[in-house]
């Protein structure tokens, strides 16, 4: 019988995400906020790569499933792995979102929309203050 181990969640006091995040990355991710369009890094960037967690560096997101939405934010239309990402219902705004957060540290990304590309059809839209890139070669 082969058993499963699944690592344990990255926690760390408001103070140590404070003092490790910039003031814009901690208030999106830790605080569930939300970069203005078209201003957070990476909405326009298309180099070949890994994008990571800001807050905990697991990796989330590949360039190659990264598309041009139009909508001011990074775009993807699927997460390194199921597990890379935690989904939970949103209903701030008056609106019913999804919410997408990191699964192993539960920063705030962004939120995922059905109306993305195929092959998934999903648009996961992330804050770029949420991520740092890790370019290859």
């Known amino acids: 019988m082969s058993v499963t ?11 140590e995400w404070r003092e490790q995040l910039t003031p814009e990355q ?16 990476y ?8 994008y990571r967690c800001v807050c ?7 360039s190659d ?17 199921p ?10 705004y008056g609106m019913v979102r999804t919410e997408i957060r990191c699964g192993a540290c539960e920063a705030h990304l ?3 929309f059905p109306d993305g590309p195929p092959p998934t059809g ?3 839209c992330i804050n770029g203050h949420a991520m740092v890139f890790e370019a290859e070669g």
């Open 83 to 92: 597990e890379a990402v935690t989904e939970y219902r949103d209903d701030s």
């Open 43 to 50: 909405w326009n960037s298309f180099e070949t790569g890994l």
């Open 122 to 124: 999903l648009r996961y």
């Open 56 to 62: 905990c560096d697991a990796p989330l997101f590949r």
């Open 26 to 41: 901690y208030r999106v991710t830790r605080q569930h906020g939300t970069e203005r369009a078209f201003t957070g890094p």
């Open 5 to 15: 181990m699944t690592k344990p969640k990255i926690e760390k006091t408001d103070a």
């Open 65 to 81: 499933t990264k598309f041009d939405a139009g909508c001011g934010w990074p775009s993807y239309f699927e997460p390194v792995s």
């Open 110 to 112: 962004g939120h995922v």
